[in-house]
């Protein structure tokens, strides 16, 4: 079995590792500021990807990026220590801070995209336009925001490990709520259910509409 590799992977890549580095180091410094110093004394308090990043999952973004194939990569979890912080809400603000971080990334190399196609050349479209330095400009600004839209998105999921479910936990959940017991069987087995979900499901194309819609309504282009 070979695989073709796709020349975009090549700029893809560290633009997908910096704004996974990004919804990281969001997570580490909310949670210093709700008073939990974990994971800045673990040295995660860091823009350096080697503090943040998993062997396997960036081998996993590698792979997607280069060959083009759907798969899940991921960055080390902060750890967080919810007895330090100053009251529970603050879980809500942690778990947040990541998605929140991404659609920023995404909402900037958006406008500077619509800047840039007010003020400047026009990206050229077509598989046959030429390669020039507009052309990649314009090639990692929309990189930038379809990588920050799908980190966004995809860790808003109500499923556990992602921030989502964390969030939805903290808001709707209660240690005596039904749902309590079904979450804790989540949590054993989140990221099974996330790859079943994400190949041949209705999830994966409602995931991929939404990440079209948002960046469409981003960068005022039309997408798909």
Known sequence: MSFHIEPIGILAIPVFLFSLVAHEYAHAWTAMKAGDLTAAYQGRLSFNPLVH????GTMMILLGALTGLPLIGWARPVPVNTLRFRSARWLTWVSLAGPASNLALALEAGLLYRISTMTGVPP???SDAPITPE??????LLLFVFSN??????NLIPIPPLDGSKIFFQLFIHERNWLFR???????YGFLILVVLFIGSPLASVFQRAVLWAAAAITGESFG
């Open 182 to 188: 079904v979450f804790g069987f989540l949590e054993q």
């Open 124 to 126: 050229a479209s077509g």
């Open 149 to 154: 839209l799908c980190l966004c998105v995809f």
């Open 53 to 56: 990043l998993d062997p396997i």
């Open 135 to 140: 052309a990649i400009y314009y090639t990692i």
